[in-house]
């Protein structure tokens, strides 16, 4: 037996080579590092044993066993995975390798199991005739052994296997079985061998015994065996010493021979007790096996009871809809019932309905004019809301001066008073003797002391400031008159173009009333031959909607123009475009389904008869109606232009007449500049009365900037 494994395994490992495998494979110490039989594994399926897998295995593991083992358990739980997922089959009835002797001992016996199951793969993969055919190319002797190897894994994958734990104790108590038997053998081999030396012994012993007989009657006749001196006495003292090696030899077998018997006694036992186990295991494995089949039929049972389940309560389903369903039915009954009375109610309806259209249609005459005036009258409210706040504004600007030149005034009153004081202190002085003759009059006592060049450098230097601050003044007053006018235009057309945007509106709404009336007639009619008028008709009033839409999202545009803030005017433009999409969506709903209500129309008109239904009155009225409406919008959109080119040209004029009166302004304001200059010059004038004239340059230039504000 062990040659035929050490044959199996030395072909199992000229088949091996054949796979040219990086790591060497000639003996059975390197195959237990496992590094060659997983490179063969690589090549049987590279997309199983892949090369992450492949990278686990250590190979430098030479001299450490328990490296070996844990390489050999990996390629192991790889070699069953894929019997078990890929090839589809169980190989628990073939005993495993036991890699711990693989590892520590380099068992050839267990190495040939694990090479068996690699074979298998081999022969049971995809590329199977490849490997079969390099089999074929081997030896004989080797290809025999290997084709036995494969016909035992076979045989042994196609058997019924008991399963669970009473299976691994049958196959454990038979191994020990196994090995008792075999212990027995030895022991009775060996009791055998001892029954032989016993016999050989006693046969000795029994010679011996005669022998001995025949020397004492040869001692009794020779001499006296008592005495050690002669030749006989020393024989019998030798025999007598031999004698007794040899019973204590034969007291000692015989001991060994009871005890050896005691011990097969005990193995007997043992034998009968796992005999009984055995059968004890086989009964229950057939128990196993008989509940097995047992646990089958139950799960069938379970599962085509669940299939039943599943088909009753597809079945309660389709019960519950059948019950909805006729709910449904019922429904709809009642619905067609309600509708019939509904379309009888609606035709009188339609009856009184004519007779009042004309009414109506006065009506909404006079609605429309008393739109317009409303128009009217709240477009004038407006620019009388707008005059009165602009007046107010000036008003505040007026009051806010008022108080500017009283505070002004005090504080010149102030200087003034101060002034005299100074002078009348200066003549008492002056009376007194205490002040030179020479000094004039309207000097201080700090311009006594100063030189004459430093006091006409401060003078001269005063005389600047106050010019620049003169200057200054007037600029930004004139800059802020500009911005006030253009921020006065802006909010007047603001108003305006919020007026005309709510007008606009107004006026949307009312063609989306006309246009659902439209709609309401084209269903309420039912003979039309010249419905296609009608669709045109439609279709000019979605044209008149669009373009009151454009007129208010460019109205919008001005209003966003007039704006000074970047970000908020971002911000409305992203809103108004929302707004834009929006209702280019309501539009592109409108129209889907004005569409929709023309094919009802359609519908209906080719469903019922035209001669029962004439309304040829109604229809030419509405024919009327709509020329009479794009009649308006014409003009509409002709007193639209006129708006935008004269809006044009008042903006225009404005501009060029702001930039004209900007540039009056300043040759004025530079033509002032210079006289007052020249006049301030002038000799024989003192300090103060140059200050009064610069003090009241202000008040002067505002008198003058002022009107020009207004008139703006």
Request: proline share 3%; aromatic share 4%; charged share 30%.
């Amino acid at each position: 037996m062990d040659e035929n494994k050490t044959a199996l395994v030395e072909s199992l490992i000229l088949w091996l080579q054949t796979f040219n495998t990086p790591a060497p494979c000639q003996t059975i110490e390197e195959l237990t590092t496992g590094a060659a039989m997983s490179q063969a594994l690589h090549q049987i399926d590279p997309a199983w044993f892949d090369n992450a897998w492949l990278g686990r295995i250590k190979t430098d593991v030479e001299g450490n066993w328990r490296l070996k083992m844990n390489n050999l358990k990996k390629i192991l739980q790889m070699v069953v995975n894929y019997y078990n997922e890929v090839l589809l089959q169980e190989i628990s009835d073939f005993p495993l390798p036991d890699l711990s002797l693989v590892a520590e001992h380099s068992d050839p016996v267990e190495l040939g199991r694990l090479l068996q199951l690699i074979l298998g793969c081999a022969v049971k993969c995809e590329r199977k005739q490849e490997y079969i055919q390099i089999i074929m190319t081997l030896e004989e002797s080797v290809q025999h052994v290997v084709m036995t190897a494969i016909q035992e894994l076979m045989a042994k994958d196609s058997k019924a296997e008991p399963s669970g734990d009473l299976e691994q104790q049958l196959k454990k108590a038979q191994e020990e079985l196994i090995e008792l038997l075999a212990e027995k053998e030895t022991l009775a081999q060996r009791c055998q061998e001892l029954d032989i030396q016993v016999a050989v012994l006693q046969e000795e012993r029994n010679s011996l015994l005669a022998e001995n007989d025949v020397l004492t009657d040869r001692a009794n006749q020779l001499d006296t065996f008592d005495d050690p001196s002669t030749l006989s006495g020393r024989k019998h003292s030798q025999l007598q010493q031999q004698l007794e090696t040899l019973q204590e030899e034969n007291f000692r077998l015989e001991a060994a021979k009871d005890d050896y018997r005691i011990h097969c006694e005990e193995l007997e036992k043992q034998l009968i007790e796992v005999q009984h186990r055995n059968d004890e295991l086989t009964s229950l494995a057939e128990e196993s096996r008989a509940l097995k089949d047992e646990l089958d039929v139950l799960r069938n049972c379970s599962d085509r009871v669940v299939m039943l389940e599943a088909s009753v309560e597809t079945y309660k389903r389709k019960l519950e809809s059948l019950g909805d369903l006729k709910r449904q039915v019922k429904l709809l009954e009642e619905n067609n019932t309600t509708y019939m009375q509904n379309t009888v109610s609606l035709e009188e309806e339609l009856r009184k309905a004519n007779a009042a259209r004309a009414q109506l249609e006065t009506y909404k005459r006079q609605v429309q004019e008393l739109h317009t005036k409303l128009s009217e009258e709240t477009r004038r409210a407006d620019n009388l809301a707008f005059e009165i706040k602009k007046l107010e504004e000036k008003h505040e600007t007026v009051i806010k001066e008022k108080d500017r030149i009283i505070i002004e005034r005090d504080s010149l009153k102030e200087i003034n008073e101060e002034l005299r004081c100074t002078q009348a202190q200066q003549h008492q002085l002056s009376q007194a003797g205490m002040l030179p003759s020479s000094s004039p009059s309207h000097d201080n006592l700090a311009a006594e002391l100063m030189p004459i060049e430093y006091r006409e450098k401060f003078i001269r230097l005063q005389h600047e400031n106050k010019m620049l601050r003169v200057q200054q003044e007037e600029f930004e007053r004139e800059k802020i008159a500009a911005l006030q006018a253009q921020l006065e235009e802006a909010h007047k057309m603001r108003s305006e173009l919020d007026t005309e945007i709510r007008l606009s509106r107004e006026r949307v709404t009312e063609l989306q009333q006309q246009v659902e009336d439209l709609q309401k007639a084209l269903q309420s009619q039912v003979a039309k031959p010249d419905d296609s008028n009608l669709k045109r008709k439609l279709d000019a009033h979605m044209v008149q909607l669009n373009e009151a839409q454009d007129e208010i999202m460019k109205k919008k545009e001005l209003l966003e123009d007039l704006q000074p803030d970047n970000t908020q005017t971002s911000l409305k433009v992203d809103e108004l475009m929302a707004a834009l999409k929006k209702k280019d969506d309501d539009m592109r709903a409108m129209e889907e389904r004005y569409k929709m209500y023309l094919e009802k129309a359609r519908s209906v008109i080719r469903a019922l008869d035209p001669k029962l239904n004439p309304a040829n009155a109604e229809i030419q009225a509405l024919r009327n109606q709509l020329a009479d409406r794009d009649k308006q919008i014409l003009n509409l959109e002709r007193q639209c232009e006129q708006a935008r080119l004269k809006e044009y040209e008042e903006k225009l004029i404005v501009t060029a007449w702001y930039n004209k009166s900007l540039n009056f302004q300043k040759l004025a304001i530079e033509s002032r500049l210079g006289g007052r200059a020249a006049s301030m010059l002038s000799p024989g004038q003192s300090f103060l009365s140059q200050q009064r004239q610069v003090s009241n340059a202000p008040r002067r230039a505002l008198s003058i900037s002022v009107p020009a504000s207004t008139s703006k």
